[in-house]
């Protein structure tokens, strides 16, 4: 901050020139001169010297008001410059889809608040099917999930965690739910739930559930809440595709997951970050979370 500025503030605060140096650490006729500077360079005087001190001028009022937004800013700038510079990210966009974001998130985030107190975060759970896009165009920062290789280019680093396989969520108490694994073709009588577009899964199951050639979906409400989902799936007229991993979430809302009869295909699910924020420390931060944590065993 401007050196007359910040002993302007240090005389408004402390009334006096000698309390105003000795809050500064410097000497009373270097504050003196600085002031003398100001005032020279605002074309006004800003203080009344008197017996009791230093009291502001109208002029000086004026300036106060503005020389207090302005110490205001400077300090946030430099807590943000500070947060970059140790961080590499002011702001970190993450991106998850419920697998991480119901397991992992909130450990995640509690990790990189206390690494960088002034970092701020953003956690989008909506599944977007250009999340890749989202990520090399810095709409993200971090997807923690699973992307189809053909959004991913050679900008974009992968880590693979965890190989997930979807299966079916119904009612606990739903007759159906009773066996080891869940035939698609039993369903017919069920509306399907989809967060937003899976295709490899929705593919999957009208393997089994729509006569070949049919060029209808199975799915008849498409969400971007995974928590709406589950909650349609509570009515007892719909069903739902998810990963197994999510099994202690889901029977925490009096739901189940079976695996299909045949089995989902299994899918890569990781970290996925720009080659160019690898050198960030907060990106490293959040690799190293998950290199720390036995994913099959905590989801």
């Not at 956690?123 to 959004?151: A, C, F, H, K, W």
């Not at 899976?198 to 089994?208: A, C, N, W």
């Not at 079976?258 to 080659?275: D, L, S, T, Y």
Request: proline residues 4%; contains cysteine; glycine residues 8%.
């Amino acid at each position: 901050m401007d050196k007359n500025l910040a002993a302007f503030l240090a005389v408004t605060r402390c009334k006096t020139l000698t309390d105003a140096s000795d809050f500064l650490g410097l000497t009373q006729p270097s504050v003196t001169k600085r002031i003398a500077n100001l005032e020279a360079e605002m074309g006004a005087r800003l203080f009344h010297r008197g017996r009791r001190g230093m009291t502001l001028t109208a002029a000086g009022q004026v300036y106060f008001r503005r020389a207090e937004r302005i110490e205001t800013e400077y300090r946030q700038c430099r807590e943000e410059v500070a947060t970059i510079n140790k961080a590499g990210l002011s702001v970190m966009r993450v991106g998850a889809g419920p697998l991480f974001h119901l397991n992992w998130a909130a450990g995640l985030f509690s990790s990189l608040k206390s690494q960088f107190p002034e970092l701020k975060l953003e956690l989008r759970t909506d599944r977007n099917l250009d999340v890749g896009r989202m990520l090399s165009e810095g709409e993200l920062d971090v997807y923690l999930g699973i992307i189809p290789p053909e959004q991913l280019d050679e900008t974009i680093f992968v880590k693979y965690l965890i190989s997930v396989e979807h299966g079916i969520i119904l009612r606990a108490d739903d007759p159906i739910a009773a066996k080891q694994t869940i035939d698609p073709s039993e369903l017919t009588e069920y509306s399907w739930v989809s967060f937003l577009a899976d295709p490899e899964t929705e593919s999957r199951l009208l393997k089994y559930s729509v006569p070949e050639g049919a060029a209808e979906s199975l799915v008849e409400i498409r969400t971007t809440s995974f928590a709406a989902g589950l909650q349609l799936v509570k009515t007892g007229q719909f069903v739902m595709s998810a990963p197994l991993q999510l099994a202690g979430k889901i029977g925490q809302e009096g739901l189940v997951i079976r695996p299909a009869r045949g089995r989902m295909p299994h899918r890569e699910a990781g970290i996925h970050v720009r080659h160019s924020a690898l050198g960030y420390r907060s990106i490293q931060t959040v690799l190293e979370f998950f290199d720390n944590l036995d994913l099959e065993q905590s989801a």
